[in-house]
């Protein structure tokens, strides 16, 4: 498996991740159709043009959607059985079309399952920023992970 199983992790570990991405218009506009999201700032030019941003802006759902999907290769590819769930998201900065999403992560907290004994439970926290580093989000997620194979 490329994902770690959970004894391979440790409190207050760090990653890099190799996998970015740069995004771009066609991108925005289809996970805005397929999420019914008709938020003119994701697609209306003239509308956001007169808005803070001077330009559209990436769908923040996506952008949560994306920085967790470049954690995966590394973290948690056929190594986990759940994401638990969600928190604390925050979108402190705007991305725009055609800039490139680097993600990093931490664990936060570890522990082991208290019904089952084949998985434990690792709090992360994940960033996802712009090449100079401009945090485009940040959030935590609760997962559930294997533990290695006996």
């Known amino acids: 498996m490329a994902g770690l199983w959970f004894e391979e992790f440790e409190d207050g570990m760090v990653f890099d991740h190799e996998w970015t991405r740069t995004v771009t218009e066609t991108d925005n506009k289809w996970f805005s159709l397929l999420t019914m999201n008709t938020q003119p700032l994701h697609s209306n030019e003239d509308f956001a043009s007169k808005t803070q941003f001077g330009q559209r802006i990436v769908n923040g759902i996506f952008t949560l959607g994306l920085v967790t999907g470049l954690t995966v290769p590394e973290l948690t590819e056929g190594t986990i059985v759940a994401n638990l ?66």
Request: hydrophobic fraction near 35%.
């Open 85 to 150: 769930g969600y928190e604390r998201v925050a979108h402190p900065n705007p991305l725009f079309h055609g800039e490139t999403v680097y993600a990093e992560t931490e664990v936060l907290e570890m522990r082991e399952s208290k019904s089952r004994l084949d998985v434990g439970i690792i709090r992360l926290k994940h960033w996802g920023k712009k090449p100079d580093g401009v945090v485009v989000v940040e959030f935590e997620r609760t997962v559930m992970f294997l533990k290695k194979p006996k």
